[in-house]
Structure formats: C-alpha cells, structure tokens
C-alpha cells in the first residue's frame, strides 16, 4: 500500500510535535511567570486579568509572548517565500530552523532574562504551529488544543453513528497528539522541579527524532 500523505503529515511527527509544545508550554509556565509559549488565549487572560487589578508591569510582561509569536508569522511568511523561491524543502529547513532557535533558546536561558527565554519560545511555537498543520492528511493543531478537544469528540461520534471506520481513524490520530500533549506538560513539570530552566536541553531529543522524521523522505524523493 502507499501512503496518500508526507512524512510531515505522519502520526509519528504529529505527536512529536504535540509533545513538544506540551513540554514547552509547562516549561514557560513554570518558570517563566505563569505566561504561556503558545496559548496566546492564555496570555491575554492573564493580561487583563493583571491590568483589572492594576498591576500595569505585570500585564506588560504577558504581552512580552504574544508580540513574539506576532512576529514568529513575519519571519514564518518571509522565510517560506524565500525557501519556495530558491526550491528547497520548506518543512525540512523550517525543522533545522526551528532545531537551532531552541538549542540557542536551552544554551542561554541560564544566562539571559526571562525576557529572552519567553521571546525566543513563543518565536518558536509561531513558527512550529504554521509550518505542521495536517496529521495524515487531516486538519490538527500542534499547540493549543481546544480545536483538537472539539474536532476528536465529534469525529469519534460522528464514525461511531454513521460507522465509518476512516472517521473514527481520523478521530483516533488526534487523540494521539492530544494524549501526547499531556505526556509533555506532565513531563516538564516533574523535570522543571529538578533541572529549572536546563530542562529544555531534554527537547533537542525529540527534535532530533523530528529531524530524522522530516529528512528521511528527503533521502526518498
């Protein structure tokens, strides 16, 4: 049988990449003041929750991620056109680039303010979210899962009624990157107890495996 999808697309990146943002949004939330990398809905709670109150410099700083994750789209537009422009594969540099933004972001992090360390993951979570979107084929999202929670409950109904095998597959592979999701958050919060901010050094890891993933169709083309 062949695949009708990319690697890119494949079940294994999917929850690589949920796991990921998992990881990085426990991590921020931890260590960085309660301010999400990705969840932008999060971050704007928070905001105003603080500037209700009066805490101006604290709703300030929740602004700090979104404004980086604003950006994360300009750099996302510009450099894809570039990469298209020159035909090179956009998901395997986009994968480079994003594995090298996060080795800086790990090597730093110690050494910089929160500032640099928020920044630098909501930079990257901008452009891991617009370059993977597909699982399969199918529409998901590899940050915040609000969509995935409402896309997986129907789907799961809607095969299981009209029994459709291939609705409910559809259903199960977000399930998948949801429960990989959790996998991540649980994970950094027993890690960040130990490592604090070292503890984004466990994600070139899984970055790694990414890269493998992404590349290995490059080799078959």
Same mark, same amino acid.
């Given at each position: 049988m062949t695949k009708d999808y990319r690697n890119f697309e494949g079940l294994r990146v999917a929850i690589l990449l949920t796991f990921i943002s998992g990881f990085i949004d426990a991590y921020t939330f931890i260590t960085q003041?309660? +301010?999400f990398a990705s969840m932008q809905t999060g971050n704007l709670l928070y905001m105003m929750i603080k500037f209700a109150d009066g805490h101006f410099k604290e709703a300030f700083s929740f602004l700090i991620p979104i404004i980086?994750?604003?950006l994360g789209q300009s750099f996302y537009y510009f450099f894809r056109k570039w990469v298209i422009l020159k035909?090179? +594969?956009w998901h395997k540099l986009s994968t480079y680039a994003l594995f090298v933004l996060l080795l800086i972001i790990a090597i730093f992090s110690p050494l910089l303010p929160s500032i640099f360390t928020i920044a630098g993951l909501a930079f990257f979570a901008?452009?891991?979210l617009s370059t993977f979107k597909r699982v399969r084929g199918y529409a998901y999202t590899n940050t915040m899962m609000t969509g995935n929670i409402k896309n997986a409950s129907y789907l799961l109904?809607?095969?299981n009624v009209e029994k459709n095998e291939q609705i409910k597959k559809q259903a199960?592979?977000?399930i998948a990157a949801i429960i990989a999701f959790m996998i991540g958050v649980l994970l950094a919060t027993i890690m960040c107890h130990y490592l604090i901010e070292n503890s984004l050094y466990f994600l070139l890891l899984p970055m790694f495996a990414l890269i493998y993933l992404v590349s290995k169709e490059e080799k078959a083309l």
């Open positions: 003041g309660g +301010r980086f994750f604003i035909n090179f +594969r901008s452009i891991q109904l809607k095969g199960l592979y977000i």
